[in-house]
Nanobody, 116 residues
Framework: QVQLVDSGGGLVQPGGSLRLSCVASGSIFGINAMGWYRQAPGKQRELVATIISGGTTNYADFVEGRFTIYRESAKNTMYLQMNSLKPEDTAVYYC??????????WGQGTQVTVSS
């Protein structure tokens, strides 16, 4: 029904920036919320940021104002702009779409590595 393709990860130095993209295809009507999660080795997957259908955004405490989640509806694309990256941001980042009736879809994940 829905396919999510996330991309934009890579290797950056501390203090650098990346913009992650998540392109949705299929039947994407009825979305309640979209978000980005991340998972580092040996750790649980954790929420990074969410944006609901009305445009309200929420961020995890560790974001500390460094990231921005936004969407471009005409392109069915959600973004996560990440600035001032830290080594502890290293993880696989996953986009997620949740529908009003509870169905959730995930992207395949994109690796972000922050290292000098």
């Amino acid at each position: 029904q829905v396919q999510l393709v996330d991309s934009g990860g890579g290797l950056v130095q501390p203090g650098g920036s990346l913009r992650l993209s998540c392109v949705a295809s299929g039947s994407i009507f009825g979305i309640n919320a979209m978000g980005w999660y991340r998972q580092a080795p040996g750790k649980q997957r954790e929420l990074v940021a969410t944006i609901i259908s009305g445009g309200t955004t929420n961020y995890a405490d560790f974001v500390e104002g460094r990231f921005t989640i936004y969407r471009e509806s005409a392109k069915n694309t959600m973004y996560l702009q990440m600035n001032s990256l830290k080594p502890e941001d290293t993880a696989v980042y996953y986009c997620n779409v949740q529908f009003l009736w509870g169905t959730s879809y995930w992207g395949q994940g994109t690796q972000v590595t922050v290292s000098s």
